[in-house]
């Protein structure tokens, strides 16, 4: 699966919740289910006002042309090395520029996350989500508990599927003693909607798969999906401290 194509079953969930991104969803859709990718889809998703500064930035500071690059796709949803290049001091300058989130926030909360570079913050998808708390897409609300934890993308060990029915085991992301932790392994239901080719549609028990908004996106490997676990570990230990 090529960036552009991977980047959109990340995306495509919170689009069709009409949280992120154009009123397209039918569009983005069809490029899933076709498989294919062109310019057009790559301007749909440039409209994503939050994901596409993060990609180009990573892609920028990684002297990577494309910001639709496979591995900076994944870098930004699930995690991986490029993350460990990116200086401190150019974060805080895209989270002022590229994010605008200044901007958005209280001085007192933009100093809190300023904080947090210093601790070893990384642009990585869950930080965004469970430290910037505002939804800062097309939505101009806080996030609730229920929606951190939905927003988060997540990885899940698939159970048992039966059709468009797929029961996987995951994680959480509760509230518990005042933090924000991992709660207990729980069975959850995710309904597929997508009727393309790709291995998403050909999961078995056994395989574990990335999650955004209740969305299957992507079949990841185990390696994966701890990396995954890291980076929002760390996202909740950052936000742990100023909650």
């Not at 079953?9 to 949280?19: D, E, I, K, T, V």
């Not at 393309?196 to 908004?213: A, L, R, V």
Request: hydrophobic share 35%.
């Amino acid at each position: 699966m090529d960036g552009v194509l991977r980047c959109t079953r990340y995306a495509f969930g919170p689009n069709r919740l009409h949280y992120c991104g154009p009123d397209a969803n039918r569009e983005v859709k069809a490029y899933i289910d076709e498989g294919v990718t062109d310019v057009g889809l790559e301007q749909l998703l440039a409209q994503f006002k939050t994901m596409y500064p993060y990609l180009e930035f990573i892609a920028r500071v990684n002297k990577i042309q494309d910001p639709f690059n496979s591995r900076v796709v994944e870098a930004y949803w699930l995690g991986n090395d490029l993350l460990q290049n990116i200086e401190k001091r150019h974060f805080h300058r895209h989270l002022i520029y590229g994010q605008q989130i200044k901007k958005k926030t209280r001085s007192k909360d933009f100093k809190y996350m300023e904080k947090k570079l210093e601790q070893g913050a990384v642009p990585h998808h869950s930080f965004h989500v469970l430290n910037i708390w505002r939804r800062t897409g097309n939505v101009d609300l806080e996030h609730d508990l229920e929606s951190l934890s939905e927003c988060s993308v997540s990885s899940g060990k698939v159970l048992e599927v039966n059709g468009p029915i797929i029961t996987v085991e995951t994680e959480p992301i509760i509230y518990a003693n005042g933090k924000l932790c991992f709660g207990l392994p729980i069975k959850k239901k995710l309904t597929r909607r997508l009727e393309s080719e790709y291995d998403i549609e050909q999961i078995k028990p056994g395989d574990i798969i990335s999650i955004h908004w209740n969305v299957p996106c992507e079949i990841i490997s185990l390696p994966q999906a701890e990396t995954l676990k890291k980076y929002t570990l760390q996202s909740l230990n950052l936000a742990n401290k100023t909650i």
